[in-house]
């Protein structure tokens, strides 16, 4: 199956520093999500982005599906940002069936 | 609308009783997945609904898990007999459109 593999693993930052996400995977996609799960454990959408680049906010996110990768950007980082950010694949052809990656621990210090 | 609905949200029972967490997704959603999250595993699909129907259930570990969608609203997602490495966060998520799946507060489940 498709591989997923998200760095840094850890990552601490102050409050108002910005940040870069990256999620590498094995296979083309045509689904990839970025998700934000806060400390409570609820899993929150940011990007449905198989290609392209989307902003939000603070938060913007790129993949370039021929080089695999994906990339989430965090700027002025509030400690509300703190989490883990997943990002997850499909390349079943459904859309459907995601595969994540194990995640980035983001703490962001007051 | 409210989002996807799990309850109950915390679970504990023993080794050996029936377990059934419960799942309503948003109305409209034409799919419906069930995912379980654990420390060792991180989180993985289990099993995945469209219309209903069951579409792909190779995620489901063993035959003591079992997944049901009676209707378009409700997804029961049961475990028969229960053992301590069933422990984990059980979430369900549903979607419309290919892509964006949204997911419930999941169901933190613990047997002893």
């Known amino acids: 199956g498709i591989q997923v593999e998200q760095s840094p693993p850890d990552l601490i930052l102050q409050e108002g520093a910005n940040s870069t996400l990256r999620c590498n995977f094995s296979?083309?996609?045509?689904?990839l999500q970025w998700f934000h799960q806060n400390p409570w454990g609820q899993l929150i959408n940011l990007f449905y982005?198989?290609?392209g680049t989307k902003q939000n906010g603070r938060l913007s996110a790129t993949t370039v599906a021929t080089e695999r990768y994906s990339l989430l950007y965090i700027s002025s980082s509030q400690t509300t940002d703190s989490g883990v950010y997943f990002c997850?694949?499909?390349?079943?052809?459904?859309?459907?069936?995601?595969?994540f990656g194990s995640g980035t621990q983001l703490t962001v210090l007051p | 609308d409210a989002g996807v609905i799990q309850s109950p949200r915390h679970e504990v029972t023993e080794m050996g009783q029936e377990v059934t967490l419960r799942c309503k997704p948003i109305?409209?959603?034409?799919?419906l997945f069930w995912y379980r999250q654990t420390m060792m595993r991180g989180l993985e699909l289990l099993i995945y609904?469209?219309?209903?129907?069951?579409?792909?259930d190779s995620g489901m570990p063993e035959d003591r898990f079992s997944a049901k969608m009676p209707n378009a609203s409700f997804s029961t997602l049961k475990i028969q007999p229960s053992e301590p490495r069933d422990s984990a966060v059980y979430f369900c998520?549903?979607?419309?459109?290919?892509?964006?799946?949204?997911f419930g507060p999941g169901t933190r489940l613990l047997v002893l």
């Open positions: 998520a549903s979607s419309l459109i290919p892509g964006t799946q949204y």
């Open positions: 109305s409209g959603h034409d799919y």
């Open positions: 982005i198989p290609s």
């Open positions: 997850a694949v499909d390349s079943s052809g459904s859309a459907r069936q995601l595969t």
């Open positions: 609904f469209n219309n209903n129907v069951p579409i792909d």
């Open positions: 296979d083309s996609v045509n689904n």
